[in-house]
C-alpha cells in the first residue's frame, strides 16, 4: 500500500497521507513519494493547488517513531542521511510553484505541523491538536520546523508549544494566526474543496508568483533558511538526549498505548 493516495481533479491535486495505523507519521517511503510523486505535479501548470490531508484519526503524528526508535543501531552517517531525506523532502514540497493547502483534522504534530506550515494555507477542524513533543522525545523540533511557526504564532507562543510541549486547540491556533480558519466535521472538506477550486481558477502564472512573494515575504519576517540538521543528528548522539529519546519511543510502542 503507498504511503500516499494521489487523486488530480479540475487543477487540484488531493494527496492523502496514507498510514493510519501509524497516524500517518512521515517515514522513509513517504518522503520517498513526496519527493517522487507530488513534487512532479508542480511542474507544467496543470496543477495549480496542492491539498494534503491526512487518513484515519489524524492529519500526522509526526516523524515515525518506529524508525526513530531503530536509530539507536545505525551509525552517525546513516542518521544524517535519513534526517537529510526527510528534509528534502519537505523542502521540496515547500518549492512547489502551486498553492499548498493542509486540512487538518486531529493530531497534527512536529514534522506534520512543519508539513502542514509548508502551506500557504491551513484549514483545521474543531477537533485539530497541534504540539511540538520534540524535547519530550529527546531531539530539537527541527527541518526549519522553528523559523517557519514562528512566523505565524511568533516567538512567544511558539516557545511555549516547544517547551512545554502542550497541545493547542483550533481555535487557538487559529487566534494566533496559525490556522487560516476552523470548520466542524464534515464542513471541513466542503470549505477546502471550495477555496481549492477558486485558488485554482487562478492563471498558473499569477499562482507561481505569488507563492514565490509569499515565501519572500516571510522569510524577511523571520530568516529560516540555517540549516538545523546537525543539531538534530547530535541530539541522536548525545547519551542524555538518547536516553529520553528511548524512553519515550517505548512509551509510544508499548502495546497499552
Known amino acids: 500500500m503507498s504511503a500516499l493516495e494521489i487523486e488530480v481533479a479540475d487543477h487540484v491535486a488531493w494527496v492523502t497521507l496514507n498510514r493510519p495505523d501509524s497516524l500517518n507519521a512521515i517515514n522513509d517511503e513517504m518522503a520517498t513519494e513526496l519527493v517522487e510523486r507530488v513534487v512532479p505535479l508542480g511542474e507544467g501548470g496543470d496543477v ?5 490531508r491526512g487518513s484515519g484519526r489524524a492529519f500526522c503524528a509526526g516523524a515515525d517513531v518506529g524508525d526513530a526508535s531503530a536509530s539507536g543501531e545505525m551509525t552517525a552517517a546513516e542518521l544524517v542521511a535519513g534526517h537529510a531525506r526527510t528534509q528534502r523532502a519537505l523542502e521540496a514540497f515547500a518549492a512547489m510553484p502551486v498553492v499548498k493547502i493542509a486540512q487538518v483534522h486531529g493530531h497534527c504534530v ?3 505541523l512543519v508539513l502542514a506550515s509548508m502551506c500557504e494555507l491551513r484549514y483545521a477542524a474543531s477537533d485539530a491538536r497541534f504540539s511540538i513533543p520534540e524535547l519530550d522525545f529527546g531531539i530539537p523540533y ?3 520546523g522553528l523559523p517557519r511557526t514562528a512566523r505565524y504564532l511568533g516567538i512567544t507562543r511558539t516557545a511555549d508549544l516547544v517547551l512545554t510541549g502542550r497541545r493547542m ?3 487557538e491556533a487559529r ?4 490556522v487560516t480558519a476552523v470548520a466542524d466535521g464534515d464542513a471541513l472538506s466542503g470549505m477546502v474543496e471550495e477555496v481549492a477550486a477558486k485558488v485554482a481558477s487562478r492563471p498558473p502564472f499569477l499562482i507561481r508568483e505569488t507563492v514565490s512573494r509569499l515565501e519572500e515575504a516571510g522569510r524577511a519576517l523571520l530568516d529560516g533558511q540555517r540549516s538545523d540538521l546537525s543539531s538534530l543528528v547530535l541530539a541522536t548522539l548525545d547519551t542524555e ?3 529520553v529519546m528511548d524512553a519515550y519511543a517505548e512509551r509510544i510502542l508499548s502495546p497499552s498505548r
Do not use: T
Open 48 to 52: 495549480r493547488v496542492v491539498v494534503v
Open 110 to 112: 512536529g514534522a506534520g
Open 142 to 144: 527541527s527541518m526549519g
Open 169 to 171: 486547540g483550533a481555535d
Open 175 to 178: 487566534e494566533g494566526g496559525l
Open 241 to 243: 538526549s538518547r536516553a
